[in-house]
């Protein structure tokens, strides 16, 4: 393995910068955005679900009455002066039962049955007070209003029967303990009108009188005080009316909460979309799977089918792609780069290849492309749809089909304004493994040693044949052509792994986003192999390049720029060397 491999490998080997943590939340967030779709029908059903509550919903009114509770002035049962607190807990639970339920059926004379009549009252205890809140919900208003007041009612009345019969209840007690003592008062009473005044049987009968007249006194005074006691269970201090508007949520309200849900239920299924999806979605995807920079992304908008040379934002982008691999340290040793996809067709990889080339000629660099692609080969094809003339080596059969690939077959391209370089197009052979690594192949692969020169080798897919790997330890340097819409995140591991395991170096990757690659992608219908060749073009006027025909570039906004369709020179036009613009 050569040392520039040997590197290679071990800056791949090497760990890479972990993302910061913001910087990976907005990844994943621009991630979550690219399902757009998803987020959309998530905010549709939400909206759609808010509507339907909203519309199908019936309308419920709710009436509400207070209640303050009276705190009573002495206990009845203990008989002490202690200021008793109302259980407020037992009240509220007392205000939902059955017997209060009873009472308000009572009053409003209606037969249903207990439980769907509780079925619509609320009882609520607001903290620190002693007052009874009562709502009850009906889709009538004036029905809302009536029940509430009569659950109000039937709960005032219910305490106050409580109390009287508590009050009944302890009368009867003190009533029963002082008529024993009545009969005791008159037995005495006959007894001092019979004695002597002034004995003893006398003065202990008056002692024995005075001391039941007390305690009937006593008891008397109680029955007074309880008889006395003011047992109303409290007082209304708002009355139910008839609530004017629907109580919950209306319609617009319903619509925003829609709204929020739907875009909670949209950013899951963007999620677990997310989750689930192996493709790459972004650049920060691709770096973590090749472990290798991204050196450029095409523009959508700049490309034309029917025409290799870039125009515009694209042809600048291809010159940026260029400019930075000419100034990698690691491939200005060597000076080869192969350029591969991970799978799919070559045809995005193929225009990278043209226009990087055209973009080292550009820069003066003696430029050499090599078509590895000896299964199905389209250069040609390429050529004669973009320039409408085949190539005068391909007119000739004896040429084309004696001796093997790639003796003989390196053809000068006008690129136009970018200068010119050197085609190796493909060839059919039978046996493709033997041509690749055939010291012929080899040969050709060392022209980059020569100064100020580079060579770029166009491959078919990498996962899709060995052809690239059989030329990684002859090119080193690999750049991968990829959409990353349609690439998995295995299929770039893949890739890497088999770079670096055959001694070759990720230099880096370039995006699209057209598809695979295929006519059939783009809406292209593909040109026949055997469709009848398009006249000649007329030569350019003098002064212009030789043999080369200038296309009207369609209208893109960005002035008036034309660009050279790929041309085959006529090789004894450039005898004289006058209009060859290579040193």
Known sequence: MSAVAVAGAERAAQPQQPWDEPDLLRDQFRQLLRYRALIICGILIGLAGGAWLGLTANESYVATSEVSLRTPTTDPFAGTAAMDRVAMGSERRTAVSDIVAERAGQTLGTAESLGRLKRGLAVTNPPNTQVLRFAYTANDPEVAAQRANAFVTAYLANRQADADETIAQNVASLEGQRE??????????????????????????VADLSQVVGQIAEL???????????????RVITEATPPTSPAGPGLPLLLGLGYVVGIGLGLLAAWVRLVFDPTVRTAGDVTRALRAPVLGVLPRAGRVP???????????????????????????????????????????????????TAAFAEMGMNALLVEADLRTPTLIEQLRHADGVRPGWARTPGRAEGGGWPAGMRVPIDAGE?????????????????????????????????????????APPVLSYADAIALIDRVDG?????????????????VRELVVGAGGLLLGAVLHSWGNGSEHTRGQTETPRDAPAAAPAPRAAPGGPTGARRSPAP??????????????????ELEDGSNDPRP
Do not use: K, W
């Not at 008397?220 to 269970?233: E, F, K």
């Open 180 to 205: 024993p003592l009545l009969e005791r008062r008159d037995q005495l009473q006959t007894e001092v009108d019979t004695l002597v005044e002034g004995t003893a049987a006398y003065d202990l009968a």
């Open 220 to 234: 008397n005074s109680d029955i007074s005080a309880l008889r006395a006691l003011d047992t109303t269970g409290g």
């Open 306 to 356: 029917d025409q290799l040379l870039a125009e515009g934002r694209l042809a600048e982008e291809y010159r940026s792609i260029a400019f930075r691999l000419a100034y990698d340290e690691t491939f200005a040793q060597r000076r080869r780069l192969l350029v591969v996809a991970p799978r799919g067709g070559i045809e995005t990889p193929l225009a990278a290849a043209v226009n990087i």
């Open 418 to 458: 970018s200068g010119i370089f050197d085609l190796v197009p493909g060839r059919r052979v039978r046996n493709v493994p033997r041509a690749l690594t055939s010291p012929a192949a080899t040969e050709l692969l060392g022209h980059a040693d020569a100064r100020g020169s580079v060579v770029v080798v166009l």
């Open 478 to 494: 690999v750049l991968v052509v990829c959409d990353p819409g349609e690439v998995r995140r295995e299929d770039l591991a893949r």
């Open 555 to 572: 209208d893109r906004g960005e002035g008036n720029s034309e660009t050279m369709g790929l041309r085959v020179l006529n090789p004894a």
